[in-house]
């Protein structure tokens, strides 16, 4: 729920740092602040911004831009509510602390402890204690969120079936030996909370922190609220019809709602003063807990977890030794960021509709600084560049043993050097230089061969990224590594390759799900013999029907691992990871064409797809069911209709297209067909 991509991969943000003025007047303040949320709204492409500013207790400042709707004629106001995505993280952790401040849970002790039901097809989870779940060191593969993100649904299904679907997972790597971001890790949590407390998540955080510290403007998917005064949001830029509001069913890894004000008060009152949480609890949070495991020599990263927050030693402050803590948070449509300055009782959150929570960020950023700058303390805002180095054509002979195949949790790649130093991973060239880096062209970014002290060899990435008026974010993190031979019988490899190229369609999503309304939802395989014998795409084949990531990277770059199980039923072929189930596209059968007909899910709630086949060029009208829904895609996989997210009950079918009915077991869709284009 919160990703940044590697700079080698996306590029750098090759723009000027511009500074905004931090002056000693209250208006400046809210010059600055709103300067900073335009910059963020404009570069992230957000629809509206929300923001405030906590400070010794109180709300100081609060404002807002762009429109709360592009139809509605309603104002964008302070008490708007915006999901606030993976900050959610951050009340999970502070749920866990209390109970520790309690005495009614360890953090070091397992997690089996207080989930005795929680089980794995990996004999280690048994070593997973509490502490991991919030510091990302778990070893769970990621996040099992197939029916998360829902429309206008407070369902908690994937809450409710995670530890179902743990009970047939293995872990990546040993408990502790690395922290790599991990969604399920603080679902977990948010369960472990739920046993001790022996309350619903919600309602332990709403008794044990909100209203302890008065904050009214809180609320989870399914509290009675008005759900109107959550920001309207759009899949594209473009969109006038706004969806439905995004109901996120892993409350304490994404789901909850807030306004600004609320986001940056829960921040400054719990962890920048004691009352709600000790001492002790607040300074736990606080530590340095990435260093615990591997990770880079060089930390001068936007990423250097303690417990729940992504980085406790946030920049640009780190350089002037001012302590911050930030976590980000991306759902499918919401944005948002949370800086917190406890030795200066200060907080800021930034929420966005549309966005990127790392701008979001660093518009809390330029508030923190401006109103540092009050007090009179400078935060330095150095423009950073690579250190110097200079290009040489004399390349040691032994980084030729370092080129091969290279992965990450989503890809790989060939990296490649040539004798006169030029590096190719997967991107732009990069050139030698004196200092044993290789360099993009214009100098934004460098990598390094490392060795790591686990045997494994990484690609090393330095970089520094600017946006005009919100600063700069540095990057130091490992974001390839070099994936080991995996030699397979050639049993196993021809049972892969005869998948390459095949496409399977989702078949056990929600009918509410957010995913039918983006587009196609699908999966594929690939297979490249040759070049990558022993692996499918960044898999690495286990056996026939078995394959598992490999890449084990901390940080980010190793998130969410995507293995993957192969079944046959009723002479289907599904594929199953994470959670989701997909189908072989190649059984889908065609839609009857003739005027009237009927779809009816089957027991197993698998939904039904169809080729549009000769029915191209007919309206479609659909009788739905209590709790079904249908979507259509044209032959590029575009979403044509989508009746929970647009309310559609026809659609001409496009040539070449797919349609899909979702719903309950038994649930039936009574199908008319009409030749051209309706009235």
């Not at 195949?405 to 890809?411: R, V």
């Amino acid at each position: 729920m919160k990703r940044m991509g590697s700079l080698l991969l996306t590029g750098a943000l090759a723009l000027s740092l511009c500074v905004l003025p931090a002056g000693a007047a209250e208006d400046t303040l809210s010059e600055t602040a709103h300067a900073a949320a335009l910059a963020a709204q404009q570069y992230g492409g957000a629809q509206s911004i929300q923001y405030a500013l906590w400070q010794d207790g109180e709300i100081i400042l609060t404002g807002h831009a762009g429109d709360y709707s592009r139809t509605e004629n309603r104002a964008l106001t302070d008490d708007i509510l915006y999901g606030i995505g993976s900050v959610s993280k951050v009340y999970t952790t502070a749920a866990v602390l209390k109970l520790s401040d309690e005495g009614k849970l360890r953090l070091d002790a397992p997690v089996t402890t207080y989930l005795p039901d929680f089980t794995m097809a990996d004999a280690r989870y048994k070593d997973i204690t509490v502490r991991m779940l919030l510091n990302h060191s778990s070893g769970l593969a990621g996040s099992t969120t197939a029916n998360a993100f829902l429309l206008n649904d407070p369902d908690t299904l994937a809450a409710d079936t995670l530890l179902e679907e743990l009970s047939t997972q293995t872990l990546k790597a040993d408990p502790g030996a690395f922290s790599v971001y991990c969604n399920d890790g603080f679902t977990l949590a948010e369960l472990v909370v739920e046993a001790v407390s022996g309350m619903n998540f919600g309602q332990y955080v709403r008794q044990a922190l909100l209203e302890p510290a008065g904050l009214e403007n809180t609320y989870f998917p399914g509290d009675d609220f008005d759900a109107s005064r959550l920001a309207k949001t759009y899949l594209s830029a473009e969109d006038t019809q706004a969806l439905p509001n995004e109901s996120v069913g892993v409350h304490g890894t994404g789901g909850i709602y807030a306004t600004a004000s609320d986001l940056a008060a829960f921040g400054g009152l719990l962890f920048c003063q004691d009352g709600i949480l000790s001492e002790t609890a607040r300074t736990a949070s606080m530590a340095e807990e990435y260093a615990n495991g591997l990770w880079p020599e060089d930390d001068e990263d936007a990423v250097a977890y303690g417990l729940g927050w992504d980085n406790v030693h946030w920049y640009p402050f780190a350089y002037s030794d001012v302590q911050a803590l930030a976590k980000g948070g991306d759902t499918i449509v919401y944005h948002g960021g949370l800086v917190v300055l406890p030795q200066y009782h200060m907080a800021a959150a930034v929420l966005s509709s549309g966005g990127i929570s790392t701008y979001d960020e660093m518009a809390a950023n330029q508030m923190l600084i401006a109103a540092l700058a009050q007090q009179g303390v400078t935060v330095d805002q150095p423009t950073h560049t690579l250190p110097p180095a200079e290009r040489t054509t004399e390349v040691p002979m032994e980084l030729m043993d370092y080129v091969g195949l290279y992965g990450d949790s989503t890809q790989a790649t060939f990296v490649t050097l040539t004798e006169d130093g030029v590096l190719s991973a997967g991107g732009s060239p990069l050139y030698y230089y004196s200092d044993g880096s290789f360099r993009d062209e214009n100098q934004m970014v460098m990598v390094k061969f490392v060795e790591a002290d686990n045997g494994q060899t990484y690609l090393w990435q330095k970089a520094y990224a600017s946006v005009p008026g919100l600063g700069e974010v540095p990057s130091s993190s490992y974001i390839y590594m070099k994936l080991p031979d995996n030699p397979v019988s050639q049993d196993v490899q021809s049972a892969w390759d005869a998948r390459s190229g095949k496409l399977y369609l989702a078949a056990n999503l929600k009918y509410t799900n957010i995913q039918y309304a983006l587009a196609l939802p699908m999966a594929g395989l690939a297979t490249d013999p040759v070049n990558m014998p022993g692996y499918m795409v960044f898999d690495r084949m286990v056996d026939a029907n078995h394959a598992e990531g490999a890449a084990q990277i901390p940080g980010l770059d190793g998130r969410d691992w995507q293995n993957i199980t192969m079944t046959e039923q009723n002479g289907v072929e599904y594929l199953s990871t994470c959670g989701s189930i997909y189908m072989d596209i190649s059984a889908v059968e065609t839609l009857y064409g003739g005027s009237y007909s009927w779809s009816t899910i089957q027991s197993d709630g698998y939904a039904r797809w169809y080729q549009v086949g000769s029915a191209a060029g007919k309206t479609m009208s659909v009788q739905l069911p209590e709790e079904g829904g249908f979507a259509v895609y044209d032959a590029n996989g575009a979403v044509v209709a989508a009746s929970w997210a647009w309310g559609d009950t026809s659609a001409v079918l496009p040539e070449g297209g797919w349609v899909v009915f979702s719903g309950a077991p038994d649930a039936r869709f009574v199908l008319t067909l009409t030749a051209g284009e309706e009235k």
